[in-house]
C-alpha cells in the first residue's frame, strides 16, 4: 500500500483531485445560479475538461531517467493512471450534479471524460507530461468557438459538444482514448 500512497504523490494525484472538486463544484455553482439547463453542453465540458487538464500534470513523473529504469513494469501503470483519471474526473461531475443541477447525462460525462483524457495522454506522449495540457486545452478552445457542425469533419472537430449518442462524437472519443492511452502506455510521456 506504501507504493500506492507514494505513486499518487509523485503524480500529485490528491493536488489534481482537490483542483477537480473546486473547480466542478464552482461550475456547479454557477449552473444552478443561472439556470443552464442539461441542454448547454459547455458548462459540463469546461468542468471535464478542467478536471483532465488538472490531472495531466500527473502524467509526467518528477524524473524521466528514473521512471525508465526502474524495475517495474510502467505499460500497464500508465494506462491504468489514464484510464482510473478519466473515470475520476467523470464521478466528481457526476457525484456534484447528484446535488441538484443536473447538467449532462451519464453518456455525455462518461464519453467526454475518456476522450478528453486519452487527448491529454496523447500530449504527454508527445510533448511531455509539464504540457500534456494544450491538446484539451486547444480542441476545448476550439469547439468554444468554432461554428455549429455543418460536415461531418465538423462534427469530428466538435465531438466533445455534441448529444450522447451521435456517431461522430462516440467514435471520435473511442478513438482519442484508445490511441492516446496505447501510445502513453507504451512510448510514456516525452523528455
Known amino acids: 500500500m506504501r507504493w500506492l500512497t507514494l505513486y499518487a504523490r509523485s503524480r500529485r494525484i490528491p493536488a489534481s483531485l482537490a483542483a477537480v472538486v473546486i473547480g466542478a463544484l464552482a461550475v456547479w455553482a454557477l449552473a444552478r445560479d443561472e439556470g443552464a439547463g442539461p441542454g448547454d453542453p459547455r458548462l459540463p465540458v469546461l468542468v471535464l475538461a478542467t478536471g483532465v487538464m488538472a490531472f495531466s500534470v500527473g502524467l509526467g513523473g518528477q524524473d524521466l531517467a528514473l521512471d ?95 448529444p450522447p449518442g451521435t456517431a461522430a462524437g462516440t467514435w471520435t472519443a473511442l478513438v482519442l482514448t484508445v490511441v492516446g492511452t496505447a501510445v502513453y502506455a507504451v512510448a510514456g510521456p516525452r523528455r
Open 68 to 162: 525508465r529504469t526502474a524495475a517495474i513494469r510502467w505499460v500497464p501503470r500508465r494506462a491504468a493512471h489514464v484510464l482510473l483519471c478519466g473515470a475520476v474526473v467523470a464521478a466528481v461531475l457526476l457525484t456534484v450534479q447528484s446535488m441538484g443541477a443536473s447538467m449532462a447525462t451519464t453518456a455525455f460525462v462518461v464519453r467526454d471524460s475518456t476522450g478528453l483524457m486519452g487527448l491529454a495522454a496523447l500530449g504527454a506522449a508527445i510533448s511531455g507530461g509539464q504540457y500534456a495540457w494544450t491538446l484539451p486545452f486547444a480542441w476545448l478552445l476550439f469547439s468554444f468557438f468554432a461554428p455549429p457542425p455543418t460536415s461531418a469533419l465538423m462534427e469530428v472537430a466538435m465531438w466533445m459538444l455534441l
